[in-house]
């Protein structure tokens, strides 16, 4: 039997966000005591926040030690974007960085804000010999690599809200309280379920947790799904929506992938987009396209990709300002009105509920992360790993090429 000298104690920290709109965290204060009574050999630190979603003085009765130097700490988990200067030299981070997807970026001179910072990011990561291992790719490794951990379903069931909310708005006139206001989403699903949505027809692209989560969210507000022929065939006299996948609206044409999404877009109202895409995907649609689609009013981009798959999606919008409208003619933005297309592409969604967000969150990285972490890695840890001791691992050695 070993003695309590035998014991390595490993120091988990949790990193405060550097976003000023950013209060989830990756564990909750009853999630710190399950863990420090499932491992023996863990010890948690917290640094204080005053925006957190979550008090420190309950992470303190939790058996948590809150201060602001995580020096001592082996493994720093955060959300999203981290302070680059704050970066401890030979730590190991998890948190979302989203540098994966940045291929299309390489040897291209760099204008957009976001693009630059994962740029310095990757370089610090590196000169400081940092392990950075990314939320999003803890995968497994059969099937089409579910993912283990995300904030999908509440991204999905939020930006679902914030879209029908935003057509109440243009055409119902009012206008329901925002989902941060609530801030419980047993209310949101009783206040939704109220609601009138006319005949609008809804095209829901993604097969993930997002797109589930939109689905939680509009069967809550009794709006029916009908199947792809329906849709494309059938009018309604109530609001109805369909749901296509990958293989639905992908279609190969003499040697290349092409989008089918712009068939279904002639027949719809409101697109809520859930879909995961990369670079050598193709758009969905481009820009001297839209203006054919004459009952398209309304774009709930719950994917937020930049210059990605939808056109009109040319920024990002904030949990204080989550709309913009589009002018069809020019592409450029303008006043949010019923004219033109109306877009909702807030990327940090479920922030506007964060304890029921972190809850689901934090529950995954304790069942599914914690253990291949701490005891033996299954590969699942590997396979996540951006980067050690001053290099790239293998799958993500482009990202040399990235910032160099």
């Known amino acids: 039997m070993n003695s309590n000298e035998d014991i390595v104690i490993i120091t988990l920290a949790v990193l405060r966000e550097a976003r000023i709109d950013e209060n989830r965290t990756p564990f909750s204060p009853s999630q710190v005591s399950i863990i420090l009574n499932k491992f023996s050999n863990i010890k948690i630190i917290v640094q204080p926040s005053n925006r957190r979603c979550f008090k420190d003085e309950d992470y303190q009765k939790a058996g948590a030690q809150i201060t602001d130097d995580l020096s001592s700490a082996n493994i720093i988990f955060g959300v999203k974007e981290v302070d680059i200067s704050a970066l401890i030299e030979g730590k190991t981070y998890l948190f979302f ?3 994966s997807k940045v291929s299309q970026y390489i ?55 914030n879209t029908l909310n935003l057509y109440l708005k243009l055409f119902n006139k ?25 005949k609008i027809k809804i095209l829901l692209t993604g097969s993930g947790r997002a797109s589930k989560g939109s689905i939680e969210l509009l069967k809550q507000a ?35 992938e ?24 193709p758009k969905f649609f481009y820009s001297n396209q839209i203006n054919k689609f004459k009952n398209l009013k309304i774009i709930g981009d719950i994917t937020c990709d930049i210059n990605g798959a939808i056109p009109t999606t040319i920024r990002s919008t904030s949990i204080a300002k989550p709309y913009y409208s589009i002018d069809i003619n020019t592409m450029k933005e303008i006043d949010l ?26 529950s995954g990285v304790i069942s599914e992360v914690l253990p291949s972490l701490i005891n033996k890695d299954d590969g699942r840890i590997n396979r996540a790993t951006t980067a050690s001791n001053g290099k790239f691992f293998k799958n993500f050695a482009y990202l040399n090429d990235f910032i160099n």
Not at 123 to 136: A, N
Not at 174 to 198: C, D, G, V
Not at 351 to 358: G, K, V, Y
């Open 97 to 99: 960085s989203h540098t």
């Open 107 to 161: 040897g291209q001179t760099l204008k957009d804000d976001a693009i630059i910072y994962k740029k310095e990011l990757l370089k610090e990561v590196i000169k400081k010999k940092i392990t950075l291992i990314d939320y999003e790719n803890i995968r497994e490794i059969s099937g089409e690599g579910y993912r283990y951990l995300g904030f999908g379903r509440f991204a999905g069931i939020i930006g679902t809200y």
């Open 174 to 198: 009012k206008s329901l309280p925002r989902a941060f206001e609530i801030n419980n989403y047993k209310e949101i699903k009783k206040l939704i379920s109220k609601q009138n949505f006319n």
């Open 222 to 256: 009794n709006i029916k799904q009908v199947s792809i022929n329906d849709y494309l065939n059938n009018k309604y006299d109530k609001a109805v929506f369909c749901k296509i996948s990958a293989k639905e609206h992908v279609e190969k044409k003499d040697g290349k």
């Open 258 to 281: 092409i989008s089918k999404v712009k068939n279904y877009l002639f027949e719809t109202d409101m697109f809520i987009a859930c879909h995961y895409w990369e670079p050598k995907f």
């Open 337 to 362: 009105s019923d004219k033109g297309i109306a877009v909702m592409a807030v990327d940090n969604l479920p922030s506007e509920l964060p304890r029921d967000a972190s809850e689901e969150f934090g």
